[in-house]
């Protein structure tokens, strides 16, 4: 008799590659590793920049993780106060895309054309500036002599020369920290809109102010550009408090125009335009208090003579006399004729040396508002910068041409909300002054402005139920929220219900149990409703009153079949 064979056994196999793969992602804790990674060739780049760069270069990579360090807490405050969800994240991504949009504009200016770009002349009178205040003593006071005047270009000169005395001068570390700056002001528009105008589409906003490529480009560099959209975005975030009479708003207005007033005063003065604008078609409290109209003389008696002191600096700034129609007329030609010169020149009908003649004619209106805001065309690109700018142009106009539903009810909206008014006022007024550039190139930047007020209007709320006093408006989220509530998000549907008094809110009242007093025990509450619960009536005892028995359920009542104790 033959045994059989032995069977074979098979060999022991490891485990398979996926649940290998699983085993190791479940040990390994990717966002530290991934962390650690960066933080680590961070390090490494910064000292391999250290040996190999100057200051100048390598000052930068010690900037910005400082200016994240301190934008962070900041936003992260925001965001714990605002009712939209994720809002965190969007903010740290718009500052990051700004902060890192200061590298391509750098290379633009002294790589693309080799230095010939103002910022030059700010990082070297600002890095004399800088080293006369380390060695000065600030309590004797400060003589230093700029070689021009203080208003334009010579304050922009002491803002540099302030910041490389706390940085060190570096020219990229500049960029940064003045691209830094004017994403505070892109996010000082944005709260504006929230607190002046909720019922507008805020998320929808946010995407377009932080990530417009013009936003995010052009006021990232040393120079006005960027200090002026700090300065209108702190303008314009008092303009909404006061419109919405919140505290501390002639602050923000004062320190945003004196901001603007030093660097162009004539951007003050349209903003300063659309400020009384706004002030008077401003909705009236429902309840006025007795000192409500001298509030209001008084207020406009302050912001009438905030106006006459910018038009005075207007007339300063630009040489000219008085501020009548010859006054614009001479400003807006001479700005015409300074700026018809270089290869992105719009028109060159005129001669180089004379100053054409600028109608003040409002029937031009029309024509300006599209050659600000949409200009350069396709077709009028002359180099690449143009081609760009002319994408982002035809894609805004796009916008205007598909929220055209939405851009009807403007002159409706222009009465009954006075931020639309401050806005449209502003933006009209920008585009009839500014038309007068003769420079595609120039046009482009200075178009930064006006930029954030004209995407308030393609974010104007659809349903016509906005009308005055009748529309249910979302309560703002407030600036500063109560500790403890950081990270918190939306509250739940039944609390707004129960908050508003809505039809469960009697329910809710009833189902909640009462609060207890010390040293006794928790009273307990059956889960009836209290259409039919019963109370006792007047002379009757507590015992009295009728309750359900044991064989009948807590939500019966006794016309169901249940009954009662005597």
């Known amino acids: 008799m033959t045994r059989p064979p032995p069977a074979r056994v098979a060999p022991a196999r490891g485990p398979r590659p996926a649940a290998a793969v699983a085993a190791v992602r479940s040990r390994v804790p990717w966002p530290s590793a991934v962390a650690a990674a960066l933080v680590t060739g961070y390090v490494t780049v910064f000292v391999v920049a250290m040996v190999h760069t100057s200051y100048d270069t390598w000052g930068a990579l010690l900037i910005l993780p400082m200016l994240m360090a301190v934008g962070t807490p900041i936003l992260a405050r925001i965001a714990a106060a605002n009712p939209e969800r994720d809002v965190f994240r969007l903010l740290m991504l718009a500052m ?100 002046a105008f909720p019922e507008a589409d805020t998320r929808k906003y946010a995407k377009l102010v932080f990530f417009l490529p013009s936003l995010l480009f052009w006021p990232s560099s040393i120079g006005k550009d960027a200090w002026m959209m700090f300065c209108l975005g702190l303008t314009t975030y008092g303009t909404a408090r006061l419109l919405d009479r919140r505290f501390g708003a002639f602050a923000c207005i004062a320190l945003g125009s004196v901001g603007t007033a030093m660097v162009r005063p004539h951007v003050t003065a349209l903003a300063g335009a659309g400020l009384m604008v706004a002030y008077v078609l401003r909705e009236r409290p429902r309840q006025a ?66 100053a054409p003649k600028f109608s003040l004619n409002p029937a031009g209106l029309p024509v300006a508002v599209v050659s600000v805001l949409f200009r350069p065309f396709p077709f009028e690109a002359s180099n690449i910068q143009n081609l760009i700018q002319s994408v982002e142009c035809f894609a805004l106009l796009v916008m205007f041409i598909r929220g055209w539903p939405r851009l009807r009810r403007l002159p409706r909206l222009f009465v009954q909300r006075s931020y639309i008014a401050f806005t449209a006022v502003y933006t009209l007024l920008f585009c009839w002054a500014f038309s007068t550039i003769n420079n595609m190139g120039i046009l482009s930047r200075e178009r930064v402005q006006v930029l954030p007020l004209v995407l308030v209007l393609l974010v104007v709320p659809a349903a016509s139920t906005v009308a005055r006093g009748t529309a249910e408006r979302r309560p703002p989220p407030v600036w500063r929220v109560a500790p403890g509530q950081w990270g918190g998000g939306r509250r739940p549907p039944e609390a707004h219900r129960v908050h508003a008094g809505g039809p469960e809110a009697g329910e809710a009242s009833a189902l909640r149990p009462p609060p207890r007093t010390p040293g006794l025990p928790p009273t307990r509450v059956p889960s009836q409703s209290p259409a039919q619960s019963r109370s006792p009536t007047a002379g009757q005892s507590p015992a009295q009153s009728k309750s359900p028995t044991a064989g009948q359920s807590p939500t019966q009542s006794p016309s169901q079949g249940g009954s009662t104790a005597p």
């Not at 540099?160 to 994403?183: E, K």
């Open 289 to 354: 208090s007795a000192l409500g109209p001298l509030r209001t003389i008084l207020t406009a008696v302050v912001l009438g003579a905030m106006a006459v002191l910018m038009l005075q600096q207007v007339s300063t700034f630009f040489g000219t006399d008085g501020t009548g129609g010859d006054a614009v007329n001479q400003v807006l030609s001479e700005t015409s004729r300074r700026t018809s010169q270089g290869n992105s020149m719009i028109s060159a009908t005129a001669p180089e040396d004379a």
């Open 96 to 195: 990051t895309a700004k902060l890192f949009c200061a590298f391509p504009r750098y290379l633009m200016a002294f790589v693309l054309y080799g230095g010939a770009a103002d910022a030059k002349m700010y990082h070297q009178k600002g890095t004399e500036l800088a080293a006369y205040l380390d060695q000065a003593d600030l309590l004797a006071g400060v003589h230093y002599d700029l070689g021009m005047k203080v208003a334009g270009t010579g304050f922009v000169i002491i803002v540099t020369g302030v910041v490389y005395a706390i940085t060190g001068p570096s020219l990229i570390g500049g960029f940064l920290v003045f691209s830094w700056l004017g994403f505070w002001g892109l996010l000082l528009f944005w709260r504006a809109l929230q607190i």
